[in-house]
C-alpha cells in the first residue's frame, strides 16, 4: 500500500508563488509516474503536470512556461513549483502516483491553493 502526503498549499496573492510537495511510502514510487491534479469548486479534476519515471514532463497549456514538476526519488517525493499564480489557480491539488501520468493508481488527500488579493 502506497501513501501519498501533499504539502505545501496556502494562501498567495495574484504572482505570486507556492511550491508544492508530496512524499509517498513505500518501495515504488521510482517505478511510477506521477502527476498533479487539480479540482475547483464545481469542475471535473484535471491534469496539471505530469512527470514520467524517466523524468519526461508534460503540462497542461494553461500553466506551461509557469509551472513546473519535478521528483528526487532518493526521498520519495515531488514537487510542483507554481509561479506567477492567477486567480484561476485556485483549487485543491492532488498528488498522484501510477503506472502511468494519466493512470492514477493512488491518490494524496489534497491541499489547498488560494490565490487572492
Known amino acids: 500500500q502506497v501513501q501519498l502526503v501533499e504539502s505545501g498549499g496556502g494562501l498567495v496573492q495574484p504572482g505570486g508563488s507556492l511550491r508544492l510537495s508530496c512524499a509517498a511510502s513505500?518501495?515504488?514510487?521510482?517505478?511510477?509516474?506521477m502527476g498533479w491534479y487539480r479540482q475547483a469548486p464545481g469542475k471535473s479534476r484535471e491534469l496539471v503536470a505530469g512527470?514520467?519515471?524517466?523524468?519526461?514532463?508534460n503540462y497542461a497549456d494553461s500553466v506551461k512556461g509557469r509551472f513546473a514538476i519535478s521528483r528526487d526519488n532518493a526521498k520519495n517525493t515531488v514537487y510542483l513549483q507554481m509561479n506567477n499564480l492567477k486567480p484561476e489557480d485556485t483549487a485543491v491539488y492532488y498528488c498522484?502516483?501510477?503506472?502511468?501520468?494519466?493512470?492514477?493508481?493512488?491518490w494524496g488527500q489534497g491541499t489547498q491553493v488560494t490565490v487572492s488579493s
Open positions: 513505500g518501495s515504488i514510487f521510482s517505478t511510477r509516474a
Open positions: 498522484s502516483l501510477g503506472l502511468a501520468i494519466n493512470r492514477p493508481e493512488y
Open positions: 512527470i514520467t519515471r524517466y523524468g519526461n514532463t
